[in-house]
C-alpha cells in the first residue's frame, strides 16, 4: 500500500448520536452504558483500553491492558509493578485510558491520577485467575531483557511442577491499580467529521461539569 492508498483510507461516521439531553450526569453511569451496548454488540474484548504512561521528564509509553473493574472510584487494571508501566507509575502516579470500540464508532478518553489497590484486593483477584495466568506471573520478569523464550518455558516447567496441586502464591511484584478520573471525555463519531465530543470534568465531591468539545 502507498502513501496515497493510506490518505484515502475514511469512513463517514453514522451509527448514532451523542446529545447533551441524553448523556447521564455522572461519567461512569455514562460509562457503564456504553460497556454494556459494547459487550450486547459483541465487541472483541470490549475491556481492552490503551493506557498512558509517562517518567517525570515526560517521555510517554502506551500498551493495550485490560479493564478489570470500574465504580465511583476509578478504572482497575492488574500488572507487574516492576514493568515499565509499574516503574513509571511509582514515580509519576498519573495515567491515561482509551477505550476503542471502533463497530460502534464510539472512544471513551479518561485521565487521572494513579495509586496501588489494596494487598487484600490484589490477593482476591489473583487467585480469581486461571492457573497459567497465576504461574505466568511468577514466570515473567515483565519487561526485562531476557536470553530467550527458553528462559521462559525451563521457568514454567519448574513452577507448574513445585506448585501442581498447591495454591499459587501472588508475587510481591504483582497488583492492581486505580486510575482516578480527573476528565472523562465520551467521543461519538457523527458524518462529515462532526463527532460529538462531551468532557466530563471533576468538580469535586462526586460532583461532574459537562462541556462540549469542538470536534
Known amino acids: 500500500m ?4 493510506i490518505q484515502n483510507l475514511r469512513q463517514d461516521y453514522r451509527a448514532s448520536t451523542l446529545l447533551e439531553n441524553d448523556a447521564a450526569a455522572n461519567p461512569i453511569k455514562q460509562f457503564e452504558k456504553w460497556f454494556d451496548e459494547a459487550l450486547k454488540a459483541e465487541i ?59 463497530q460502534l ?7 487521572g ?13 489473583f487467585h480469581t485467575r486461571p492457573v497459567g495466568s497465576q504461574l505466568g506471573a511468577l514466570v515473567s520478569p515483565q519487561s526485562q531483557e ?22 499459587i502464591p501472588k508475587p510481591n511484584f504483582w497488583g492492581g491499580y486505580i486510575v482516578k478520573p480527573q476528565l472523562i471525555e465520551f467521543w461519538q463519531g ?3 467529521r462532526l463527532h460529538d465530543r462531551l468532557l466530563y470534568k471533576n468538580a469535586g465531591k462526586n460532583a461532574w461539569k459537562i462541556v462540549r468539545l469542538a470536534p
Open 146 to 167: 531476557i536470553a530467550g523464550r527458553e528462559v521462559l518455558e525451563n521457568k514454567w516447567q519448574q513452577l507448574e511442577a513445585e506448585y501442581q496441586d498447591k495454591e
Open 113 to 125: 491520577t494513579v495509586e496501588k489497590l489494596s494487598k487484600e484486593q490484589s490477593e482476591k483477584y
Open 105 to 111: 464508532e464510539r472512544q471513551v478518553r479518561i485521565e
Open 44 to 102: 472483541w474484548e470490549p475491556n481492552a483500553m490503551t493506557l498512558a504512561t509517562a517518567t517525570v521528564n515526560g517521555m510517554p509509553s502506551a500498551r493495550i491492558v485490560l479493564l478489570k473493574g470500574f465504580s465511583d472510584q476509578g478504572f482497575a487494571f492488574y500488572t507487574n509493578y516492576l514493568s515499565r508501566k509499574g516503574k513509571e507509575l511509582s514515580k509519576n502516579p498519573r495515567a491515561a485510558l482509551i477505550f476503542n470500540w471502533g
Open 190 to 192: 457523527r458524518s462529515s
Open 2 to 5: 502507498d502513501l496515497q492508498d
